[in-house]
């Protein structure tokens, strides 16, 4: 399983990206536009912010799914044990806690922008008859939609009293079209490839992780893997401490055709009541 290292300012980017999508689901993006410094303020921020009780003032609305989730509200698809782990969800329209800084926001805003670019790199750079699938040009499906998610996570370091067999983020596929990560604040991350092998992501505190999802596989017919991947448990006392993470999920508008079968909209609940999340 050979995720590419992409140079996001060389000419080659684009086709790069893509072949290590098509064949991996994943891709790590160098020199990107997204400043360490800023990363680096907002993890610091939802640090202490998860270590305060203002988060129980923000707990999560069910319908509109903004806010915090406590630990162990979501299992992975198909799985019963929740995940060891407690997050919070940034739409534009949604509840923000005011004792974080609008650095969040600015964060936000940069990488839905990054989100984009990489949209389109995918849409230009696929196949004309994969082209054909889409129902409109994959960067013009996350215009203006009000599903596109920054969801903050802390995972804490793993107690004693942690249910057997629970992990971190147990396996699972994500909903969206891609993903966008910044580096974790610890290791942890890892994909399946097509046999069944688990392989770390590593890669450098200061690059972005991409990820393909259902909704880019499904739109797809098939040709863009949705790559099953997890975050294992540290493996001893030493690194056993919190983890800091940020994916921004880009989502089409809701009424987005992805296939005869399904919407953004319907194919998005029916897998947030698999995640126990409706």
């Not at 998860?50 to 988060?55: C, E, M």
Request: glycine share 6%; aromatic share 10%; proline share 5%.
């Amino acid at each position: 399983m050979k995720v590419l290292s992409v140079d996001y300012l060389s000419n080659s980017a684009p086709t790069e990206l893509v072949k290590s999508i098509r064949e991996t689901g994943f891709a790590i993006i160098r020199n990107h536009p997204i400043d360490k410094i800023l990363v680096d303020s907002v993890y610091n921020e939802w640090n202490s912010f998860f270590s305060s009780s203002y988060k129980e003032k923000y707990i999560f609305r069910e319908i509109e799914q903004d806010g915090y989730f406590p630990f162990m509200s979501e299992n992975a698809k198909d799985r019963e044990i929740k995940d060891l782990k407690e997050f919070f969800h940034i739409y534009p329209w949604g509840v923000y806690p005011k004792e974080i800084s609008d650095n969040t926001r600015i964060f936000y805003d940069k990488l839905l922008e990054l989100g984009k670019v990489l949209l389109n790199w995918i849409d230009i750079n696929s196949p004309s008859n994969i082209r054909d699938n889409f129902s409109m040009p994959l960067d013009d499906m996350v215009k203006e939609s009000n599903q596109n998610l920054l969801r903050i996570i802390h995972y804490p370091p793993i107690g004693e009293n942690a249910p057997v067999g629970a992990v971190r983020a147990a396996a699972h596929e994500d909903i969206n079209l891609i993903t966008i990560l910044c580096t974790g604040s610890q290791p942890g991350l890892q994909a399946k490839d097509l046999r069944g092998d688990w392989h770390d992501i590593e890669c450098d505190s200061d690059c972005i992780v991409i990820n393909s999802g259902d909704m880019l596989n499904v739109c797809s017919n098939g040709y863009y893997p949705s790559t099953t991947h997890q975050v294992i448990n540290p493996n001893n006392q030493e690194i056993n401490i919190s983890r800091m993470s940020s994916p921004l999920f880009l989502h089409p508008n809701e009424g987005t055709k992805l296939s005869e079968e399904y919407t953004a909209g319907s194919y998005l609940l029916e897998r947030l009541k698999e995640l126990g999340l409706k």
